[in-house]
């Protein structure tokens, strides 16, 4: 299996695993699958966590790479094709964040994992929960 952690399931995956269904929480430990976290994901934290506002992330940017490696997630780069897919995508969602993420799945053949229902209304790969 190869994922792609939305940002909130990147960081419930390291601090908070029980936030997680038991059968999703199964995939992303599953020690052949491949389990990637954006760079758009550390970015998205860290401008978060800079805001210091009360639903900022627990940690910071450079925390979270420490704590997503020490998980054994592989980090993916943004790259041109990437950024430019995004204007592919229907205006389904408006988060800038989700868009380029899940443009990297569809490009990278990689299954999204995220807790945001309104992304399962795209044509792709995704694996979210109630």
Known sequence: ???????????WAVNRPERIPAAIRHSIEDPSAEVRVSAVAVWEIAIK????????PPLSGHQAIIEFESAGFSLLDVNATHAAFVE??????????DRVMLAQAI???????????RL????????TWP
């Not at 994922?3 to 960081?11: C, F, N, Q």
């Not at 966590?49 to 900022?56: C, E, F, Y």
């Not at 592919?88 to 964040?97: N, Q």
């Open 88 to 97: 592919r995508l229907p205006l389904v969602h408006a988060d800038p964040f």
């Open 120 to 127: 399962s209304r795209y044509d792709a790969a995704i694996l």
């Open 107 to 117: 490009i990278e053949n990689l299954q999204f994992v995220t807790f945001d229902r």
């Open 49 to 56: 966590h800079q805001l210091r506002r009360p639903d900022a």
């Open 1 to 11: 299996m190869r994922l792609l952690l939305d940002t909130h399931v990147a960081i």
